[in-house]
């Protein structure tokens, strides 16, 4: 590509208002009500889950997102890049992995039979390939291969920033034959659950994703966003139908355990059609939704709804039980509730209720957030206070 035009692609590219932040910012609260939701059910609106099944893209929103996001995280430098990835990720991650590990050592004392015993395996080393060692933080599997998508993404995307769509595309359909390629290995035994090697086929399956997201928008956003919604919607859904009709309907994937694959490369291409879908939504939605404080709420903690929602749907389930025992609920199974945190309980079989799931998973998830914040203000005053002190006392 010659000077000129990339610099004109730049510059265009920075015209893009900061509605289009606010989009992926709803793209991040979508996201991660897709995930609580995909974990609970969809509470009497089926319909959500049967065009775009949400284990077919709703954990690879966040990976498009963060690919979007790079254009401008990309222009620090890498010690920076990675050191703030690191603080906003893998400590917090190991922080709670810490306290998730205390709980259900103090659970397991009294008659819970989810999870391990607290080990350096359990606390450092199982967290970064498996992620499901204690269960109830189980969600936060993801960061491991997040963080090493972003890593491995760095230097490959800085170097093809002068290049032109061509080396972009060539480059994403490098990522596309690695996803291929984990994929296969993943149906062959690679991904199993006793082996670290499971961290392969979920870094290839999330790569390609955030590669996308940073083609679009280096390249692809100003083009989409001149398609009439209409048009848009019709050629999307006609794809759909044709997909149905070839490869039968979409179908969603465990990328936690990456051991459902039924072909090699479905798996790889079916996340985009919700992907493209929900993006144009968002964006459709940005005007109305930017300035909800609630969804300003949830789209800036995602993290820690990814962390904590398990743990409010077992505090519903703790009240479930609690009632249970005096005759309330007799059809809840206390059985079930004291070995699996994933539990869902259909109160008078109505999926209706379950959205009483959806509230206890964000809601907590939000009020640890807050104590987190709490107590992270009071250890911050007290280390100043003691710097202060120990500066004064010289």
């Known amino acids: 590509m010659k000077s000129g035009t990339l610099i004109q692609t730049n510059r265009s590219s920075e015209k893009i208002s900061r509605s289009e932040h606010w989009t992926m910012r709803i793209i991040y609260f979508l996201g991660i009500i897709f995930i609580v939701v995909g974990h609970a059910g969809t509470a009497g609106l089926p319909f959500m889950d049967q065009w775009f099944p949400f284990y077919s893209f709703h954990i690879q929103l966040f990976q498009f997102a963060a690919g979007y996001l790079f254009v401008s995280e990309g222009s620090r430098s890498f010690p920076f890049f990675l050191a703030n990835k690191i603080k906003k990720l893998m400590i917090p991650f190991f922080i709670w992995n810490l306290v998730y590990g205390c709980l259900v050592t103090c659970l397991h004392r009294v008659g819970y039979r989810f999870g391990e015993r607290v080990t350096f395996r359990s606390l450092f080393l199982k967290p970064l390939w498996h992620g499901h060692q204690f269960w109830l933080n189980s969600p936060t599997w993801y960061v491991t291969p997040h963080l090493l998508v ?14 032109s769509l061509t080396a972009h595309i060539l480059y994403w359909l490098g990522t596309i034959v690695l996803a291929c390629l984990g994929t296969e290995l993943a149906m062959h035994g690679l991904g199993s659950p006793s082996t670290p090697f499971l961290i392969i086929p979920r870094v290839t399956s999330f790569l390609h994703i955030y590669t996308a997201g940073y083609i679009y928008r280096q390249f692809l956003e100003q083009l989409e966003m001149r398609i009439r919604n209409i048009v848009f919607f019709t050629i999307h859904s006609s794809l759909i139908l044709l997909w149905t009709l070839f490869c039968g309907p979409l179908r969603g994937y465990v990328l936690s355990w990456c051991n459902n694959f039924d072909n090699f490369w479905k798996p790889v291409i ?3 059609f919700g992907i493209t879908f929900w993006v144009r939504v968002a964006r459709i939605l940005t005007p109305i939704l930017r300035d909800s404080p609630i969804v300003i709420c949830i789209a800036k903690n995602t993290f820690s709804i990814m962390t904590h929602h398990l743990t409010g749907f077992f505090c ?11 005759g309330v609920f007799p059809t809840f199974d206390s059985t079930e509730y004291y070995k699996n945190v994933y539990y869902i309980y259909k109160v008078r079989n109505n999926d209706i209720m379950l959205s009483l799931y959806h509230l206890a998973g964000i809601s907590v998830s939000l009020l640890i957030k807050r104590v987190e914040q709490i107590v992270t203000h009071q250890l911050n005053k007290c280390y100043h206070l003691l710097r202060a002190d120990d500066f004064s006392a010289h």
């Open 150 to 163: 972003q890593i491995l993404s760095y230097f490959p995307l800085k170097l093809l920033v002068t290049c």
């Open 270 to 272: 079916t996340p985009y």
């Open 316 to 326: 519903l389930n703790t009240a479930f039980n609690s009632l249970h025992r005096i």
